[in-house]
């Protein structure tokens, strides 16, 4: 494939280096999801971008949470895209 997209998930479950090891040298690869971590070591890693979830008032998340709002429903937090810079 030429655009691959990982969850965030295949970090906890220890799959993020069998399915990178799948992916064409030339794939564009993304992790994407509210798991996906946003750190940019993952691009040391083979990934292209990361798109996550950042939580930026935590009071806020926590209450949404609290109060069993799925994701959409939750407030305080911003969706975020980290590219990795072109060498």
Do not use: W
Not at 39 to 64: P, W
């Amino acid at each position: 494939a030429d655009v691959v997209a990982i969850t965030g998930t295949a970090l906890t479950n220890h799959t993020m280096e069998h399915l990178l090891g799948l992916c064409s040298p030339n794939a564009y690869v993304i992790a994407l999801g509210d798991t996906a971590p946003l750190s940019t070591i993952l691009f040391d890693h083979g990934l292209d971008a990361i798109s996550g979830t950042r939580v930026y008032d935590a009071n806020l998340a926590l209450r949404c949470v609290s109060q069993g709002g799925n994701f959409r429903q939750i407030k305080g937090v911003k969706r975020l895209t980290l590219m990795k810079q072109k060498e």
